[in-house]
């Protein structure tokens, strides 16, 4: 018997694509009730686009601060059926893997803080800790309804939250070798540069937008918008789409449409950031309008007593030494870092996530329980 397997394997079972929940907090909800959670449904959304999230709290001591475990049960769509090597919503070993979508991304996650804290309770029924999770069904998704929204609930109640660990696959090569303790942020643009359209063998009648945008372009993919920190790289600032034309060879186009996006770190700001590339377009004497999509604000967890205790933890379980990182893209932790000091991301290998034949490895299942227990233990003793 193997209590975190079975929660794992229970819990791939239920087809939960976003924002489908597949009655996966239901399923937690119970098991944490039956601790002595207070449980709240704080769902969301347009009824053709139903979040379900779930706060739980247990108090512990009086006084003593908050630990919280977050994490999502939507996974992302499976890919094409028939090239899994078994159904996706069917757990099934091979190899000594566990084989299902949202193995590694991030029901094994959930399985192992929910008897993680299950164990720990049994064996301290009044801890120095009060113990909370927030789940939500749209991490993968848009992310509007999910976290964010129970994160704006809990500050308007004043809820005091000291630590926070998400449970994203954050492993590289082995169980432990990597926790995350920040990410940067992400700010998107779209810009539409005005030109006139006219007859391509008549440029002195048109202005072409594309040749009007090209010096502001070379511009801006030189510029250093930071240098980045001890723990983030260099801010970047990456292209993804452009668009213009009317598909016939001979006509100048009317207007140029430019997707971007900023990977920022806490050297930039959003305002500053949106300052000075407005700065390069007005600079070029563009005729542009930009609509700005913040998508997340960068954290960071310096190390302290959660990094500390993750650390210890891990080293305990694994030996290994894990590398603080800060690479990759967002998470829920930027909504929860608006009210949590410390947040830090750690969960299983994320070589196979979003993959078809996501899998984990089960020697790694109980190991990765015992390190939140072990994390558990030690902030309630600090």
């Keep these: 018997m193997n209590p975190t397997l079975d929660l ?14 597949g009655g996966c907090l239901e399923l937690l909800a119970q098991r944490l009730a039956r601790l002595g959670f207070v449980c709240e449904r704080l769902d969301s959304g347009p009824a ?42 069917v757990p099934s070993h091979r190899d000594g893997r566990l084989y299902g979508r949202g193995a590694a991304d991030m029901k094994t996650s959930l399985a ?24 939500t069904s749209d991490e993968e998704g848009p992310s509007k309804d999910g976290t964010v929204v129970v994160v704006e609930q809990l500050r308007a109640r004043g809820e005091k939250l000291d630590y926070c660990i998400v449970g994203e696959p954050t492993s590289v090569n082995q169980l432990g070798d990597m926790i995350k303790n920040g990410r940067r942020g992400t700010l998107s643009g779209k810009l539409r540069v005005r030109g006139v359209q006219g007859h391509i063998a008549y440029p002195h009648l048109a202005k072409n937008p594309i040749h009007l945008f090209a010096p502001a372009l070379a511009e ?58 407005e700065d390069v377009l007005k600079r070029h004497g563009l005729d542009y309008e930009l609509a700005w999509t913040l998508g997340g604000e960068p954290f960071l ?82």
């Design 220 to 277: 801006l993919t030189r510029t250093e918008w930071d240098r980045g920190n001890a723990y983030f790289p260099a801010t970047s600032w990456q292209v993804s789409n452009i668009h213009a034309g009317t598909g016939a060879g001979n006509v100048i186009p009317g207007d140029l449409v430019v997707d971007f996006n900023f990977r920022f770190c806490t050297e930039s700001t959003t305002d500053g950031l949106k300052t000075r590339l």
């Design 301 to 382: 967890t310096t190390p302290g007593a959660l990094v500390q205790a993750m650390s210890d933890s891990i080293a305990a379980q694994t030996g290994a030494a894990p590398e603080l990182s800060t690479t990759g893209g967002t998470s829920d932790g930027r909504f929860i870092s608006r009210i949590c000091a410390q947040v830090v991301e750690f969960g299983p290998v994320n070589a196979s996530i979003h993959k078809i034949d996501e899998h984990v490895a089960v020697a790694d299942i109980e190991p990765l329980k015992n390190i939140y227990k072990g994390v558990l233990e030690r902030l309630a003793s600090a």
């Design 48 to 89: 053709d686009f139903r979040v379900s999230n779930l706060w739980a709290r247990k108090a512990g001591k009086p006084g003593s601060p908050t630990l919280v475990f977050a994490g999502h049960t939507d996974v992302v769509p499976t890919g094409p059926l028939e090239q899994w090597s078994s159904a996706p919503f």
């Design 8 to 21: 794992t394997e229970e819990l791939i079972s239920r087809a939960s694509v976003t924002p489908e929940d």
């Design 112 to 135: 192992a803080m929910v008897v993680a804290t299950e164990e720990f309770l049994h064996q301290h029924p009044q801890p120095a800790l009060s113990v909370a999770f927030l789940l």
